[in-house]
C-alpha cells in the first residue's frame, strides 16, 4: 500500500477511537501510554486494515465481475439490436426503391393507356365518318344539257346531302371510304321534243346500270339502281351517252344518290 493510503487509515483508526471513547465516557480520557505501547498499537491496527483493505481489493473484481456480467450480456444483445436494425432500414430502403419503380412504371402504363384511349378515340372517328356514308345530289342547271358528242360526265352540283363527304360536287364522282356494299339510284328526265335521252352508271371505267329514252311528242324520264360490291377508293358517277340529252329544273328531276349499306 501507498503511504497516504496509510496515513488515510491511521486518522480513521484515530477516529473511530477517539469517538468510542468519547460515547463510553463521555469525557475526554487522557490515557498514558509508553512510546513504544502506541507504536506496537498502530502497527497492529494499520496491520488489520491493511488485511482487511487487500480482502476487499480481491473481493472487488468477483464483485465486479458479477455486477458486470449482465452488461457483457446485454453487449451481444445490443449488437443483435443494431444489426437487425440496419437490415430492417436496408430492407426499407428497398422497398422504397421497389415502390419508385412501380410508381415509374404506372406512370408510363398510363401514358400508355392514355395514347391508346386518343388512338382508339381517333380509329373511331373515322370508323364512325367511313361507316356513316351517304348522299344524294341533283343537277343544278335549268334546261338541257346536250346533245353532247362524247361520253359525258355528268356532275349534280346541286347537293342535297353528303355524310362523310365522299361525294364531290366538283368532279360528280363517289369514292368508296371502306370496301363494302353499296347501293346507288339515279333519275333523268328529257323535255318533248328534244330527241332521245340516255346514259350509264359507271363503277371506275366499266359499265354498270343504264338508262334509256326516246319521244318526239312527250317528255322523257327513266332510272335505274344498282347494288355494287366497292373497294375502297373506288370510284361511281353517271355519265349521258354521245348524242344525247338530259334536262332539269327547280323541280330536280334529275338525281344521283348513293350509301354504304353494309362494310365487308
Request: net charge negative; proline share 4%; charged share 20%.
Amino acid at each position: 500500500m501507498g503511504f497516504p493510503s496509510v496515513m488515510l487509515l491511521m486518522c480513521l483508526v484515530v477516529g473511530l477511537s477517539t469517538c468510542r471513547a468519547e460515547g463510553e465516557d463521555n469525557q475526554i480520557q487522557v490515557t498514558e501510554t509508553t512510546e513504544g505501547e502506541q507504536e506496537n498499537h498502530l502497527t497492529e491496527t494499520v496491520a488489520e486494515d491493511t488485511e482487511t483493505l487487500d480482502q476487499d481489493v480481491q473481493t472487488a473484481p468477483v464483485e465486479a465481475s458479477d455486477t458486470g456480467s449482465p452488461e457483457k450480456a446485454c453487449d451481444p444483445n445490443i449488437y443483435m439490436v443494431l444489426k437487425e436494425l440496419g437490415a430492417l432500414q436496408e430492407r426499407q430502403e428497398a422497398t422504397a426503391r421497389a415502390l419508385e419503380e412501380t410508381n415509374r412504371k404506372l406512370e408510363a402504363s398510363e401514358k400508355k393507356v392514355d395514347v391508346l384511349n386518343s388512338t382508339l378515340t381517333e380509329m373511331r372517328r373515322t370508323y364512325e365518318d367511313q361507316h356513316q356514308v351517304a348522299f344524294s345530289a341533283a343537277m343544278p342547271k335549268e334546261g338541257t344539257i346536250g346533245p353532247v358528242n362524247v361520253l359525258y360526265p355528268l356532275v349534280y352540283k346541286h347537293v342535297l346531302s353528303n355524310i362523310g363527304g365522299h361525294y364531290s360536287p366538283v368532279t360528280g364522282y363517289f369514292t368508296a371510304p371502306v370496301r363494302g356494299l353499296y347501293y346507288f339510284s339515279f333519275s333523268s328526265f328529257c323535255w318533248a321534243g328534244d330527241g332521245t335521252s340516255g346514259g350509264s352508271l359507271y363503277r371506275n371505267e366499266n359499265k354498270v346500270v343504264s338508262w334509256y329514252g326516246y319521244s318526239k311528242t312527250d317528255p322523257i324520264s327513266g332510272s335505274n339502281s344498282a347494288i355494287l360490291l366497292l373497294q375502297a377508293g373506288d370510284m361511281v358517277n353517271i355519265r349521258l351517252w354521245d348524242g344525247r340529252k338530259i334536262s332539269d329544273n327547280g323541280n330536280k328531276y334529275s338525281t344521283f344518290s348513293g350509301f354504304l349499306l353494309s362494310p365487308m
